[in-house]
């Protein structure tokens, strides 16, 4: 059996370039909100009600439910958490 190696576990896991490159972009989203909302210290209603989601959807996001989120939800999400998203653009290897 051959032996292979990723750039990441998304790399892994999914069929296409593509899907890789969307769910690398929204895991490191989610990740950052995750930690940010930690460190406000508040009641996950108040977290909740400071992103303008439900408490049972907050619940989703600090669980790392991933598959519950799309991109943009999560790039409109880390904008009410106060953190600015940045795309880059390179040429693929």
Do not use: H
């Amino acid at each position: 059996m051959e032996r292979q190696s990723f750039g990441n576990v998304w790399d892994a896991l999914e069929n296409t370039p593509a899907e890789s490159a969307n769910m690398t972009m929204r895991s490191n989203l989610l990740i950052a909100i995750e930690q940010r909302v930690r460190r406000w210290n508040i009641t996950q209603a108040e977290a909740a009600a400071r992103l303008a989601i439900t408490q049972p959807r907050l619940n989703d996001l600090l669980r790392g439910r991933i598959t519950n989120f799309s991109l943009d939800t999560l790039i409109n999400l880390a904008a009410l958490a106060g953190l600015t998203v940045r795309l880059e653009i390179a040429e693929a290897a």
